[in-house]
C-alpha cells in the first residue's frame, strides 16, 4: 500500500478533483466587513494582494470583466465627494458582474435628516448585499455595519480609516519593490487627519514595513509611535526631520494637504508647509535609488508634492488609480462570495 | 407615617465616624435611635443583615431632563433612577428649558419635582440669564427660591470678568459656584480625551489642558474674590493636583468626580469584548481620560481632596446615540450603576470604603452647605432626615440597561458584571425602594 | 480504505505521450496548436504534453493556464473557496485550435466554466478537451476529445493524478472520498 499525504480542499458538491499537492491552507476570507486594515491578518492581506493579481490580469484581457458577481447588488453610499473612489468602486463592481447603485448624500433622504442607520436599513431592505460606504465622520462605517446584515466596505471614514486605498498601495508597492518586509516607507504631510496615513500604517506593519511618519509638529500624531502594537518589525517613527526620512526610504507617499489646516492655525502658512515639506526633486535625491513616489490623490501639485515628482520617473500614481480597481475588485469578490457561503 | 427599623446592618456614618453592627429607628420622617438592638414596637422592619446601611447618598449633578427634554427623561423616571441608585437627594442641573434662571423659573420646577419626584431634589439656578454666558441671573432671587447653588453646567461661564462677578456675588449669598472647567478655544469639536486612543480612531480630541486651564483661571478668581467655588466633574490628574494646592492654600474651593471617570478611561471609546468600537455610550464631556489621570482621581476620592462623587447622570434618548460618534450627544447614563461602579473599585483595592461613602453622604451635603436647606442631611444622627441607602457590597450583579428606570439607556458598562447592589432605600421616613428579599 | 495506485511511473508517461501523439494526429500537426491547462493540475499537464509534443514534432506548442474561478457556478457552495489566481493565455488564440487540459474530468462544471473563459480571451477556431482521467458522472452535456484513461468511480470515491513536476511523482490513485474530504 502507498502512503498518500492529506489531499488538498475539496468541494462539497461535485466538481472537477483537484490534487492534492497543494503546500499551505489557502488564507480564507471570513469578514463580514472590511473597515479597516488594522485587524487583518498578513495572511488576509496576501489573500487579497493575490486575488487581487488575477483581477488585474482580467482586467487586462480584451473582454477585461468576468460575471462572477452577477446578481449581487453593490451600493455606493458617499456622504462626502469622491468621484475616484466611487468610480473606481463601480467601475470595479461592474467588471465582475455586480448591479451598482450609486447614492450621495445629497441626493438621497439623508439630506432630509435620515439617520445613517436608517439609511443602511432601508439599503439592505431593498437588497443591497454590498453598502461602499465614504463618510465624513470617523466610525461611521462601523456604526452602519452594525445595524445592517449587508456587507460594509469603508471607502473612507473621517480621519479613521480608508483600508482599500491602504491595500491598493501596499499592492503597487509590492508590484514594483517586491517584498514590502524591511522595506523603509515614509508618509509625509497631514498624518494627524489622514485615514490613508492610518490605514497604510496598520497594513504596512502587518507585511513587515519600516514605516516613518513625518510632517509638522501640529500635524503629527504624536502618540503613534508608543502605541501597543508598535514594537513589532520595523516599528514606527514619527519625525518632523524630512531629510532624515527620506534617507534610504524605498517608498516615499506624500498626502494631501487640506487648505483648511490653515484656517485652522495647524499651519502658519501653505508656503511654510511648501517650503519645508514639499517632496521634490533635490529632497528626493536622499532617498534610496528607485524609490517610489505614491500619493493617494487628488494631488495639490506645487503643494505638497512638486510637479515634477508627481509626473517623474519615479512616481506611481496613475498606476495607483489603475491597481485600485483590481484590488477592489478583489475585495468585493472575497466579500461577496463569502456572504454566498 | 409607620415607623422604620432597619436592622442588622453594618452602619457607617462618614460625619460621625461611626461604622458598627447596628440599627436605624426613623420616626416621624426623621432618625430617632441609632444603636444596638433597638425596638421598635410596630415598626415595619428592614432586614439590613449583610448589608452597609449609610445615610442616603446625595447627588451634586443630576441631569432630570424635565422640564423641556421629556424625550430623554422625566422628573418621574429619573429620579426613579436615582432612588433605585441609593442616591436620596439629587441636585438638578439647570440645563432645562426653561433655564432655572429667575424665581418663577424655580417655583415651576419646584411644583414638578412635589408632584412627581421620587427623591428631594434640590434646584442649582443657572449662574448666567438663560445660560447665555452674558449676564447674570437674578442671583438673590434664585437663592431665596431654595437654590443650593449656581451653574451653568455644560456651558462655561466665559468672560474671566463675568465669572468674577458671578463668584463675588454668589459668595455673598452663601452659594457656590459650580463650574464645568473648559476652555473652548482649546477642546473645540473634540469628543473625547486627545491623546493615543483618539488618535489612533481618528477622532477630534480635548486636551486636558482644556480642563486645567480653565480651573487655574477660576482658582484665581476664587482667591480674588472669596467666594465658593465648585468644580464640576473632575477628570484630570493635573485638575485634583490643581485642587488639592488650592485647598492647601486654605481657598474655598470644592470638586466633584464622575463614577463614569473613576472607572473607565478613554479606552472605553474603542469599545471591547462587550462593547463596540466608536460607543456613543461612552461619549462623555468632559471626556473619559487616560489611566494615570484614572488613578489621580481614585487617589483624590482616598485622600480627601475630591470631596463628591456625583453622578452626571445624563439620559439621553436611544435614537440620540445611535448616531456617528462626532453628532452624538454627551452623557451617560450613570445613576443605577454609580453605586456599583465604586463598590466595585472598592472590591479591587482602589477605592477606600470610608472615603467612597464621605464623598456620596458628608462630601456633598457639606459641598452646597446642604445642612442650610435640608438640617442634618448627609448624616446618621438623631434628628436627621430619614435619608437611608442600604446596600449589599457582595452582591455582584450584571448591568442591563433594558432593565433601567431611566429612559436613557446609554451606558458603557451593558453586560459587564459589577459589585455592590443597591437594596433598600428610604427618603424621608417613607421605604421608597426595596430589592426582593431584603424586606422583611 | 487506503489508496488504490491505478498507474504509476512509466505507464504516467507512456499514457501522456499517446495523447500527446493523438493531439497532433487529430489536429493534423502541431500548427495552431495552443495547450491550456485548467490551474491547478491541469497546468503542468499541459506542460508535459508540449514537451511530449515538441519530442516527436520538434515545435513546442504555446502553453497557457487558465483559472476558471471567476467562471465557476459553485462558488457559494465551495468552501474553503479555491484562491483565484490570474491565467496567463498566450497571445493569438484567435484562430487557433485551443486544447483545454485538464487532470480529472467529471461532472463537467469546470470545462463548462474554462469555455466560457477561453472565450474572453479571444475566438478559437476549436476548442477541444484533453483530460488524463474521465471518472465518469457527467452533469452537463461535454465530452473529452482526448482520455488517457476511463476509471469508473463511485460518485464518493477520488481520483488523484499526481505528476513529477508538482508531486514529486507520477502516478494515478483511486481513493475513498472520505480519506481525502478530510479535514481540509
Known amino acids: 500500500m502507498v502512503s498518500i499525504e492529506p489531499a488538498a480542499p475539496t468541494a462539497t458538491e461535485p466538481e472537477e478533483q483537484q490534487g492534492p499537492a497543494v503546500t499551505e491552507d489557502p488564507a480564507v476570507w471570513a469578514r ?9 491578518s498578513a495572511e488576509e492581506i496576501d489573500l487579497v494582494l493575490e486575488t487581487a493579481d488575477a483581477m488585474a490580469e482580467v482586467r487586462e484581457r480584451p473582454v477585461g470583466r468576468v460575471a462572477t458577481l452577477r446578481g449581487t447588488t453593490v451600493v455606493t453610499l458617499f456622504y462626502e465627494n469622491s468621484t475616484r473612489t466611487r468610480a473606481s468602486f463601480e467601475i470595479a463592481a461592474k467588471a465582475m458582474g455586480a448591479d451598482v ?21 432601508t439599503i439592505e431592505a431593498v437588497g443591497a448585499d454590498v453598502v461602499v460606504m465614504r463618510h465624513p465622520n470617523s466610525g461611521a462605517a462601523a456604526l452602519a455595519a452594525r445595524h445592517t446584515s449587508a456587507s460594509v466596505v469603508n471607502g ?186 | 407615617m409607620r415607623a422604620l427599623l432597619i436592622r442588622g446592618g453594618r452602619l457607617i456614618d462618614p460625619a460621625s465616624g461611626r461604622d458598627e453592627q447596628g440599627d436605624v429607628l426613623i420616626e416621624n420622617g426623621r432618625v430617632s435611635a441609632v444603636g444596638g438592638n433597638l425596638s421598635g414596637d410596630g415598626a415595619e422592619v428592614v432586614d439590613a443583615a449583610g448589608c452597609i446601611v449609610t445615610p442616603g447618598f446625595i447627588d451634586l449633578h443630576a441631569h432630570l431632563r424635565e422640564p423641556g427634554f421629556e424625550q430623554k427623561g422625566t422628573l418621574a423616571t429619573e429620579t426613579e ?20 434662571d429667575s424665581a418663577p423659573a424655580v417655583e415651576g420646577f419646584l411644583k414638578l419635582v412635589a408632584q412627581k419626584a421620587r427623591v428631594r431634589v434640590l ?23 431654595g437654590c443650593v447653588a449656581l451653574s451653568d453646567d455644560g456651558s462655561p461661564v466665559p468672560g474671566g470678568n463675568l465669572m468674577r462677578n458671578a463668584l463675588t ?112 455610550s461612552a461619549k462623555v464631556n468632559p471626556p473619559l481620560r487616560t489611566e494615570t489621570d484614572r488613578l489621580a482621581l481614585l487617589a483624590g476620592v482616598n485622600s480627601g481632596v475630591i470631596d463628591a462623587i456625583a453622578t452626571d447622570h445624563a439620559p439621553h434618548a436611544p435614537e440620540e446615540k445611535l448616531r456617528e460618534f462626532d453628532h452624538a450627544p454627551f452623557g451617560i447614563s450613570c445613576a443605577e450603576t454609580a453605586l456599583a461602579t465604586v463598590t466595585t473599585l472598592v472590591s479591587r483595592g482602589e477605592l477606600e470604603l470610608g472615603a467612597t461613602l464621605r464623598a456620596l453622604t458628608q462630601g456633598p451635603a457639606e459641598t452646597f452647605a446642604l445642612d442650610g436647606h435640608v438640617p442634618g442631611i448627609g448624616t ?36 459587564l458584571e459589577l459589585q455592590g447592589r443597591v437594596r433598600a432605600v428610604v427618603v424621608g421616613g417613607e421605604l421608597r425602594h426595596v430589592l426582593e428579599a431584603a424586606h422583611v | 480504505m487506503s489508496p488504490v495506485e491505478l498507474q504509476r511511473g512509466q505507464e504516467v508517461a507512456r499514457t501522456i505521450r499517446r495523447l500527446a501523439h493523438e493531439i497532433v494526429e487529430s489536429n493534423g500537426g502541431a500548427e495552431d496548436l495552443v495547450l491550456v491547462g485548467l490551474l491547478t493540475r491541469g497546468a503542468p499537464l499541459a506542460g508535459r504534453l508540449a514537451s511530449a509534443i515538441e519530442a516527436f514534432e520538434g515545435e513546442c506548442p504555446p502553453v497557457g493556464r487558465l483559472d476558471v474561478g471567476l467562471y465557476r457556478d459553485d462558488v457559494a457552495h465551495r468552501d474553503p473557496p479555491a484562491p483565484v489566481r490570474p491565467s496567463d493565455i498566450p497571445l493569438g488564440v484567435d484562430g487557433a485550435t485551443v486544447v483545454l487540459v485538464d487532470d480529472v474530468l467529471y461532472t463537467g462544471r469546470t470545462i463548462r466554466a474554462a469555455m466560457d473563459a477561453i472565450m474572453d480571451f479571444g475566438r478559437p477556431a476549436r476548442v477541444r478537451l484533453a483530460v488524463m482521467v474521465d471518472r465518469g458522472h457527467r452533469e452537463l452535456p461535454i465530452r473529452p476529445d482526448f482520455v488517457g484513461r476511463n476509471i469508473p468511480t463511485a460518485p464518493s470515491q477520488t481520483v488523484e493524478v499526481r505528476l513529477a513536476e508538482t508531486d514529486g511523482e507520477d502516478a494515478i490513485y483511486l481513493m475513498e472520498g472520505a480519506d481525502s474530504h478530510g479535514e481540509h
Not at chain 1, 105 to 112: C, E, I
Open chain 2, 169 to 280: 456675588l454668589a459668595g455673598a449669598l452663601g452659594l457656590a459656584v459650580a463650574e464645568h472647567c473648559d476652555e473652548p478655544s482649546l477642546s473645540g469639536k473634540g469628543s473625547m480625551h486627545e491623546g493615543a486612543v483618539s488618535e489612533r480612531l481618528g477622532l477630534e480630541g480635548q486636551p486636558a489642558a482644556a480642563e486645567t486651564v480653565a480651573i487655574a483661571r477660576n482658582i484665581e478668581l476664587c482667591e480674588l474674590t472669596g467666594g465658593r467655588f465648585h468644580i464640576m466633574h473632575v477628570t484630570t490628574a493635573r485638575g485634583v493636583e490643581q485642587v488639592a494646592h488650592a485647598k492647601e492654600r486654605g481657598l474655598p474651593v470644592t470638586c466633584e468626580v464622575t463614577p463614569s471617570h473613576l472607572f473607565l478611561t478613554d479606552e472605553a471609546v474603542a469599545g471591547s469584548d462587550l462593547t463596540p468600537a466608536y460607543d456613543t
Open chain 1, 32 to 40: 463580514k466587513d472590511l473597515l479597516d486594515t488594522d485587524t487583518l
Open chain 1, 156 to 341: 473612507g471614514d473621517g480621519s479613521h480609516a480608508h483600508p482599500t486605498q491602504a491595500l491598493l498601495d501596499l499592492y503597487t508597492m509590492r508590484r514594483h519593490v517586491g517584498e514590502i518586509e524591511g522595506r523603509k516607507v515614509v508618509i509625509v504631510g497631514d498624518i494627524l487627519h489622514s485615514r490613508v496615513a492610518r490605514s497604510n500604517l496598520w497594513a504596512l506593519q502587518a507585511a513587515g514595513a519600516q514605516v516613518t511618519l513625518c510632517g509638522p509638529a501640529t500635524l503629527l500624531p504624536q502618540s503613534l509611535r508608543s502605541l501597543p502594537g508598535y514594537e513589532g518589525p520595523g516599528g514606527c517613527e514619527v519625525t518632523t526631520d524630512l531629510e532624515g526620512a527620506l534617507t534610504g526610504a524605498d517608498v516615499v507617499m506624500a498626502l494631501r494637504i487640506q487648505r483648511e489646516r490653515q484656517d485652522q492655525g495647524l499651519l502658519p502658512s501653505l508656503r511654510e508647509y511648501i517650503r519645508q515639506y514639499q517632496i521634490t526633486e533635490e529632497r528626493l535625491a536622499r532617498a534610496n535609488a528607485g524609490a517610489l513616489v505614491m500619493h493617494p490623490g487628488p494631488m495639490n501639485e506645487g503643494v505638497e508634492i512638486a510637479p515634477e515628482v508627481a509626473h517623474g520617473l519615479r512616481s506611481v500614481v496613475e498606476e495607483q488609480v489603475t491597481n485600485g480597481v483590481a484590488v477592489r475588485m478583489a475585495i468585493l469578490y472575497l466579500m461577496a462570495t463569502a456572504r454566498r457561503r
Open chain 2, 81 to 100: 433612577a436615582a432612588l433605585r441608585g441609593g442616591f436620596t437627594t439629587a441636585c438638578a442641573m439647570p440645563n432645562t428649558d426653561p433655564a432655572p
Open chain 2, 380 to 415: 446618621l444622627a438623631v434628628g436627621a432626615p430619614g435619608d437611608v441607602t442600604v446596600f449589599n457590597p457582595e452582591e455582584r450583579w450584571t448591568v442591563d440597561p433594558a432593565a433601567f428606570a431611566s429612559k436613557g439607556k446609554n451606558t458603557p458598562l451593558a453586560g
Open chain 2, 123 to 145: 434646584p442649582v439656578g443657572s449662574t448666567t440669564v438663560g445660560r447665555r454666558g452674558e449676564r447674570l441671573a437674578a442671583l438673590s432671587e434664585l437663592a431665596e427660591a
Open chain 1, 101 to 121: 447603485i450609486n447614492l450621495a448624500a445629497s441626493g438621497s433622504s439623508v439630506g432630509k435628516g435620515e439617520s445613517l442607520v436608517d439609511t443602511v436599513r
